[in-house]
């Protein structure tokens, strides 16, 4: 009897990009991350491709890809945001997909998903069809093979969603026990029955469909995934790799495999650490040889199904009634007390609504340009994948039913976008949570905004009305925000963005950078055709011209703007279209006759007259571009307020230092001053780019004899940052001896400081140096070289303070 253990980790983030900058924007509530994406990468989705293995003294002894030895799966829109973002984790993730086929006999451990993790239960044939194509597609793209096996959103299932993945050749896809009905050996004619979970896990299940086509089924253990996810197994590697063992029976007289499945976000996200748990457990099953590691595509090869299964139809894991949770208020929640879900069915009525009203729309117009629209929306994939000239123009000439004017081909790419949108609007979690104007819910609403306001640009139809009329029947659990129009109102329409709205933003952001003739902001192209921009001081008048286009539907706009900053928060800005040169001339002209005489109240009166209440100020900036001007105006505002504390510190430091030999306390004004000074000093030093070590740690030593408060996320920021400048240079230069020992002596000094301090990619730089140049260095200080020699004394003085195990090192 062999022993197999396979562990799936499904990796998912909910979209979060603007749908109408197509970007996440800053959100404050992941702080100190940008926003969740990035959050969740840095605690889960990072620490798994560089997982730390431990030596029985605590140091790090290894670092380990954890994907390359389980299952997994991400979701197409988070691996698009991190090829972005996080390119070096993307391209590990598809390095462990390569590796491991050859862990596990050609069978790759990735899954595809469906695109954008629809309920496909709940969806019609043609949104089956396009999420499944979708998600293949984009797999292929990255990983460069077909995936065998797909993980359906929720693990929502019934038939008619199993036969389409079994058509568009998947192979497998996993489920919960709970989903199995009934079970009985291929040929036999009675059914058993396994309601309630109680299908064996251990082996794969062949499920017939009424098409007459066939897919593979696995159930994971469940008793094993509840313990990962909620039971605090992922506290020790040790645990884990002793409960997957216990799943294993001796009274099965056959070869098993033992397989669970969580979201991957338990291993360092929801476990802290649970990444170094998984990869500890991973390591004591294969070297204690207690079981073999192996993925599904693997085993389903080498064991196919001996038995059949049927599922409960329209059935998924988190959810005990269906997918009840996706569209009523079932019972399934987050847990909040006396708060209702109501709110399902109503937005699902919505939707659906609004996609059966485009459809036929969509249809119509679409057979004006292409041969068949649903196919041409399924084949829109590799648009959304590659946004190149040249790939837009084979899509064209790939379904065009004839050449296309630039009118039409905006026309098309708006129409495929109207459906990209109206499939992102039925994103799972924007029924998954509590309430109707949480962030998730907001999200799917602004999908469906998006998917309206391209309706009413390519069919003349305003559907906004009545699509609100049955949003309304929604209610919201928090009273303020009353029902479903006040939050579409509330958090949908202010996120709406139209030509003014990016005009505004780019004349009061274009005060405070340079922008060049032609500028992308997000996926808009400016280029400015007529500019006049007059100072006085602080003070600066912009005026000009600008066509925006937008680079995803290649539509545009032109449309002038005036801009008028007076000095820190005080600006105000107008954009208008003008009937003729000579009317947007006259503007400038007496716009600029009235800066000239610093008459800022008649230059706002005129920005009035001529540009008329489309007024936009600091606040009508997109968030992350508000965010980076307002520190601007800030670091200004900093500046200023350390010259004044430098010189009251200046002023009074004998007496300070009178005070502290007596052991007076100092006045509270005083100690302010004087602490804004010394971290300013220490932030200072640890910025060079050659960091004065001995000056550093005097003024550490100031801090720590007088106990000042600076130790704090800014200060653990501004450590971590230089560490990593440093170790950057190292991988760049690694025989630069002086950059090590100033690396060495600054982890050094702030090892002992109780600082928070987020070291993974410091610890990566070391660990990738260690594995190449100090091999090198090792080698030649072991045939005598006296440089090589010292080299490797301080890198190893350098490992330890970054709490590596550096014996293997010595010579």
């Known amino acids: 009897m062999e022993k197999c253990v396979c562990i799936h980790g499904h990796f998912y983030q909910p979209p979060r990009e603007n749908p109408w900058l197509e970007a996440v924007e800053l959100q404050d509530s992941a702080a100190p991350y940008h926003d969740w994406n990035e959050r969740i990468g840095a605690e889960c989705y990072a620490p798994n491709a560089t997982a730390r293995m431990l030596d029985g003294e605590g140091r790090i002894a290894t670092i380990v890809n954890n994907y390359s030895r389980i299952s997994f799966n991400f979701g197409p829109t988070l691996l698009a945001w991190m090829k972005d973002k996080m390119p070096d984790v993307h391209d590990a993730i598809v390095e462990a997909d390569q590796k491991s086929q050859e862990r596990f006999s050609g069978h790759g451990s990735a899954l595809a998903q469906v695109y954008n993790h629809m309920i496909l239960p709940l969806g019609n044939r043609a949104d089956k069809y396009t999420q499944v194509i979708w998600g293949i597609r984009d797999f292929e793209h990255r990983f460069g093979r077909r995936p065998e096996g797909m993980w359906l959103s929720e693990t929502a299932a019934d038939s008619e969603t199993l036969d389409v993945l079994a058509d568009l050749g998947i192979k497998f896809t996993i489920l919960s026990p709970f989903q199995a009905s009934k079970t009985r050996k291929i040929g036999e004619r009675s059914w058993r029955d396994v309601n309630?979970?109680?299908?064996?896990?251990?082996?794969?299940?062949?499920?017939?469909?009424?098409?007459?086509?066939?897919?593979?089924?696995?159930?994971?253990?469940?008793?094993?995934?509840?313990?990962?996810?909620?039971?605090?197994?992922?506290?020790?590697?040790?645990?884990?790799?002793?409960?997957?063992?216990?799943?294993?029976?001796?009274?099965?007289?056959?070869?098993?495999?033992?397989?669970?499945?969580?979201?991957?976000?338990?291993?360092?996200?929801?476990?802290?650490?649970?990444?170094?748990?998984?990869?500890?457990?991973?390591?004591?099953?294969?070297?204690?040889?207690?079981?073999?590691?192996?993925?599904?595509?693997?085993?389903?090869?080498?064991?196919?199904?001996?038995?059949?299964?049927?599922?409960?139809?329209?059935?998924?894991?988190?959810?005990?009634?269906?997918?009840?949770?996706?569209?009523?208020?079932?019972?399934?929640?987050?847990?909040?007390?006396?708060?209702?879900?109501?709110?399902r069915q109503p937005l699902r009525d919505a939707l659906d609504w609004l996609r059966d009203q485009?459809?036929?729309?969509?249809?119509?117009?679409?057979?004006?340009?292409?041969?068949?629209?649903?196919?041409?929306?399924?084949?829109?994939?590799?648009?959304?994948?590659?946004?190149?000239?040249?790939?837009?123009?084979?899509?064209?000439?790939?379904?065009?039913?004839?050449?296309?004017?630039?009118?039409?081909?905006?026309?098309?790419?708006?129409?495929?976008?109207?459906?990209?949108?109206?499939?992102?609007?039925?994103?799972?979690?924007?029924?998954?949570?509590?309430e109707l104007s949480g962030i998730e819910t907001v999200q799917v609403m602004q999908y469906a905004a998006r998917a309206i306001q391209l309706g009413q640009q390519v069919f003349g139809k305003d559907l906004e009305p009545e699509f609100l009329e049955k949003l309304d029947r929604a209610s919201s659990n928090i009273p303020e925000h009353g029902k479903g129009r006040t939050v579409y109102e509330k958090f949908v329409k202010p996120a709406m963005i139209d030509w003014q709205k990016l005009v505004g933003h780019y004349a009061i952001s274009s005060m405070f950078q340079s922008y060049t003739e032609c500028t992308r902001i997000f996926l808009y192209t400016f280029e400015d055709h007529r500019r006049h921009v007059a100072e006085a001081g602080k003070a600066r008048l912009a005026v000009g011209t600008v066509k925006v286009t937008f680079d995803t539907t290649h539509e545009s706009d032109t449309l002038s703007y005036?801009?008028?900053?007076?000095?820190?928060?005080?600006?105000?800005?107008?954009?208008?279209?003008?009937?003729?040169?000579?009317?947007?001339?006259?503007?400038?002209?007496?716009?600029?006759?009235?800066?000239?005489?610093?008459?800022?109240?008649?230059?706002?009166?005129?920005?009035?007259?001529?540009?008329?209440?489309?007024?936009?100020?600091?606040?009508?900036?997109?968030?992350?571009?508000?965010?980076?001007?307002?520190?601007?105006?800030?670091?200004?505002?900093?500046?200023?307020?350390?010259?004044?504390?430098?010189?009251?510190?200046?002023?009074?430091?004998?007496?300070?230092?009178?005070?502290?030999?007596?052991?007076?306390?100092?006045?509270?004004?005083?100690?302010?001053?004087?602490?804004?000074?010394?971290?300013?000093?220490?932030?200072?030093?640890?910025?060079?780019?050659?960091?004065?070590?001995?000056?550093?740690?005097?003024?550490?030593?100031?801090?720590?004899?007088?106990?000042?408060?600076?130790?704090?996320?800014?200060?653990?920021?501004?450590?971590?940052?230089?560490?990593?400048?440093?170790?950057?240079?190292?991988?760049?230069?690694?025989?630069?001896?002086?950059?090590l020992k100033t690396a060495e002596a600054v982890a050094r000094i702030v090892r002992p400081l109780p600082l928070v301090l987020n070291l993974w990619k410091v610890q990566n730089c070391y660990y990738e140096t260690k594995q190449t140049s100090a091999q090198t260095q090792k080698k030649a200080a072991v045939e005598g070289d006296e440089a090589a020699r010292i080299w490797l004394e301080h890198f190893r003085g350098l490992g330890t303070e970054l709490n590596f195990a550096v014996s293997d090192l010595n010579v």
């Open 196 to 343: 309630g979970g109680r299908i064996d896990p251990t082996r794969p299940y062949l499920m017939k469909l009424p098409s007459g086509r066939t897919i593979n089924l696995f159930f994971y253990d469940a008793p094993v995934s509840q313990a990962v996810a909620f039971e605090g197994l992922l506290n020790q590697g040790e645990r884990l790799a002793n409960r997957l063992m216990s799943a294993f029976s001796d009274r099965r007289n056959r070869d098993q495999l033992v397989h669970i499945a969580t979201d991957g976000e338990s291993y360092g996200h929801h476990h802290r650490y649970g990444e170094m748990a998984l990869a500890f457990a991973l390591q004591t099953i294969e070297t204690k040889n207690l079981a073999k590691l192996t993925n599904y595509g693997e085993f389903l090869e080498k064991h196919p199904p001996t038995h059949e299964a049927q599922i409960h139809q329209k059935s998924a894991w988190s959810c005990s009634h269906g997918v009840g949770r996706w569209m009523t208020d079932c019972g399934c929640n987050s847990g909040r007390a006396g708060w209702n879900q109501n709110w």
């Open 358 to 434: 485009m459809a036929p729309l969509y249809e119509a117009k679409g057979r004006e340009f292409v041969r068949d629209p649903w196919e041409a929306r399924n084949d829109y994939i590799f648009v959304i994948l590659d946004r190149s000239p040249k790939n837009i123009e084979k899509f064209f000439a790939r379904h065009a039913v004839r050449e296309l004017d630039e009118h039409e081909k905006v026309a098309l790419l708006q129409l495929l976008e109207l459906q990209r949108h109206a499939m992102l609007m039925y994103t799972s979690c924007g029924w998954f949570f509590d």
């Open 562 to 739: 005036a801009a008028l900053y007076m000095g820190e928060h005080n600006l105000s800005g107008a954009v208008r279209r003008f009937e003729n040169q000579e009317q947007f001339d006259a503007a400038v002209r007496e716009l600029n006759a009235a800066f000239e005489v610093g008459d800022f109240p008649q230059s706002i009166r005129l920005l009035d007259r001529h540009f008329g209440d489309s007024s936009f100020t600091l606040k009508s900036l997109f968030k992350d571009e508000q965010r980076r001007i307002l520190d601007l105006i800030l670091a200004n505002t900093r500046e200023d307020l350390e010259s004044r504390y430098r010189l009251i510190t200046e002023r009074y430091t004998p007496l300070m230092r009178f005070l502290q030999e007596i052991g007076a306390p100092l006045p509270s004004a005083l100690q302010t001053a004087a602490d804004v000074i010394l971290a300013a000093e220490i932030k200072r030093e640890l910025a060079a780019t050659h960091p004065d070590a001995e000056r550093l740690s005097h003024l550490i030593q100031d801090a720590r004899a007088r106990s000042v408060d600076i130790f704090d996320a800014d200060m653990s920021y501004a450590v971590k940052g230089s560490l990593e400048q440093l170790l950057g240079q190292l991988a760049v230069t690694p025989e630069d001896v002086a950059v």
